[in-house]
Each structure stands twice: as C-alpha cells, then as structure tokens.
C-alpha cells in the first residue's frame, strides 16, 4: 500500500480505471492534486459528478449532449439532409473538430460484434431506420471504424438503408495526409491503391 | 467547445490540468468515464474528495499520510538512526517500491532555487535540523534530485548537518543499470567515471 494511506492508495486505483493509465501515472495524477492548491481537487471531483448529472444522450442522434434535442439535431443552419454514423461519440467530436462537415450525426455507441454479443439490437439501428424513415434525408455517410468490427457494421448498415431509397456512402480509407508510404501498413496500402482516383 | 456541451468541457478542461494530459487525453479520459458504469465517475469525484480531506502532512517527517506520526516514524520496526532527505512524496515512495532501505524520511516539498524565490525557510529545513538535534540519529542520507536545484540544497545541507556531528551521505549517480552507455548522457558519464569503485 502507498505510504500505508488507504486513501491516497484509493484515489490512485481510481485514476488506474482510465484508459491508457498505468501505476506511476495515476500516482503522478494523485500526488500532483495533493500537492496542487485544494481547489483543483475539487474542482475535478465536482466536474466529474456534475457532468455525471448533466450530460445525456440526445434522443435523435445519440450524440452526448446537455440538451435533448442536442445542439447539433436542433441547429437549423445544419444540413438536415446527411447523417454520418460512427461508432462512439470521439468520433463524431474528431469530425466536428475538422470543421468539414455540416450534416447531422448518429452515434451507434459501439459496432456489431457477434463475439462480444454486440448486435443489431445492441446498436438500436431501429432509432437510425426510423430517422430514415421519415424521409428528410438524402444520404448517410458510414464513418464507422476501419477495423473488422466497423467494417462489418458499414456493410450491414448499408444492405438495411440502401432499399429504403437513401443513398449510402463510406468514409474514404488510405494513406493519412503528411505521412509517407514507408509508414502506411499493408492493409492501408492496399485500400489506398484500390481507392485511386483520376489525378 | 465540445459538442455544445458546457459540462463535458468543464470535465475535460479538470483533466488538463493533470501533469502531461493535453486536450486529446482529457477528452478520452472525460469520454470514458461518461461511457462507464456509473460508479466508476462517482468512485473518482469520491476518492478526490476523500483524499483531500484525509491525507496530511506528518509533522515529524512532512510525508504524505493519513495519520500523524506517519506509519513510518511511528513502525518500531524502522531504524530511527538513519534519515533519507528526498524533495517529494514521490521520491520516497520510490525508494519504498525498491524495498531496500528501512529507515525514515524527511519530504522537503521543493529544493533550493533562488529563481521561484524557494530558500531555507520555504523548505521548512528547521524542522529537519530539529530531528537531528535531539540526538538519535547517526546518518543523513540526502536523496535530492540530480538537478542544479538537488545538488544546491544537498551542498547547502550538507554544510548544515555535519557541524552537528551527523554523518552525511549523498546517494551513487551513473549509468542506470539495465542500460547501455551509449543511452547515458555526458553529465551521467562524467558522474558514472568519478565515482568509479573498485571492483
């Protein structure tokens, strides 16, 4: 036990649950808030528990949000016409964060997954249908991930959206801007030469 | 500001402030904790909380503690004859992990540096001249950090004690073991080369 102080050891097993954290980061987190003025800890701990209450998912996209509408389903200088599907909402804030994109969202909140029980109903791809269904929208963007599971929901999706008369679209896949070729595995390469367009 | 979401930001903005976390990782580490059980935000805000009421500083040695005298300066089992002086709570609980020393601490909290304005006093080097001169112990072990600022307030220690009759040490500086000596920098190889031993 740290120091023998159940509490300092607890406060660091709690930052240990985040992703990406190990032993010696979350003490380095721990010591830093004891040792930072008083109201940096709280201000954590209240931030955690405020956004806990607050944050919700939007009943339209999914998306988390303060709201219900959120303010990207409810802002009418949007495109109501596209929706780009991912699979979490980091995904739709990385999109956001480019600028590029006007449209609506739909977050899955994960991919299908037959090993980890993760299906259809899982997604409730029934709440995206029924947006569709409604008929305002003109295209879908799947931007799910590049990975088997992202994959196999993009094609899933599309079989399910395509008679519904809406046009489908997948996100292009190559090699990232402002890297080299050396750098790009197989899989990457491959996707990019059989993406190729006229130059 | 993320997705519209005030609350999220906050969360996210609290986690930068963490030591090495950019706005990438606080956002993964916000998303993550929204996605969870739960319980998982409500043990953190909760363990902050608790933490920063429990913990203390132990009047004896200024460790990180829950009770005062620390379970350190209070375990009959250590040898009060020996004191390892280190800068921060982390460095004690380093020495700790290693299991190979098994007497007590001094934590001054900071070193000497005349910049930031953090002199004698700042450190509270008082209290640590009051320990030596009741009498028990017989070595000072100063384990400050291979900074300027470490070297500085170990010199300046080291002048302070010896006239007490108190044998002073410095811990070994050299090559880290497990590494080859051409990862070392010149500092390490100069210092690796001078306190050569025999062998």
């Keep these: 036990m740290i120091l023998g102080s159940p509490?300092?050891?607890?406060?660091?097993?709690?930052?240990?649950?985040l992703p990406g954290v190990g032993g010696k980061t979350a003490e380095r987190y721990a010591l830093h808030l004891l040792a930072a003025p008083q109201d940096a800890a709280e201000e954590l701990a209240a931030a955690l528990q405020e956004?806990?209450?607050a944050v919700c998912h939007c009943g339209t996209c999914r998306n988390l949000s303060?709201?219900?509408p959120c303010r990207i389903c409810s802002d009418p200088r949007r495109?109501?016409?596209i929706i780009c599907v991912v699979e979490?909402?980091?995904?739709a804030m990385a999109i956001e964060r480019s600028g590029i994109y006007r449209g609506l969202y739909h977050v899955l909140h994960g991919a299908i997954n037959p090993l980890e029980h993760i299906g259809p109903e899982e997604l409730r791809i029934d709440l995206l249908l029924n947006r569709l269904k409604e008929g305002a929208i003109r295209e879908v963007i799947l931007a799910t991930n590049a990975t088997?599971?992202?994959?196999?929901?993009?094609?899933?999706?599309?079989?399910?959206i395509a008679p519904l008369g809406v046009r489908v679209t997948r996100i292009a896949h190559g090699v990232p801007i402002g890297s080299g070729l050396e750098y790009a595995d197989e899989a990457t390469l491959l996707?990019?030469?059989?993406g190729r367009g006229n130059f």
Tied chains: 1, 2.
Excluded: W
């Design 7 to 17: 509490h300092l050891q607890r406060l660091v097993d709690a930052f240990r649950r």
């Design 191 to 194: 996707r990019a030469i059989e």
């Design 66 to 68: 303060d709201s219900d």
């Design 148 to 160: 088997t599971e992202g994959e196999t929901t993009a094609h899933y999706l599309s079989r399910l």
């Design 79 to 81: 495109d109501h016409g």
């Design 88 to 91: 979490k909402p980091a995904g």
């Design 51 to 53: 956004a806990r209450r």
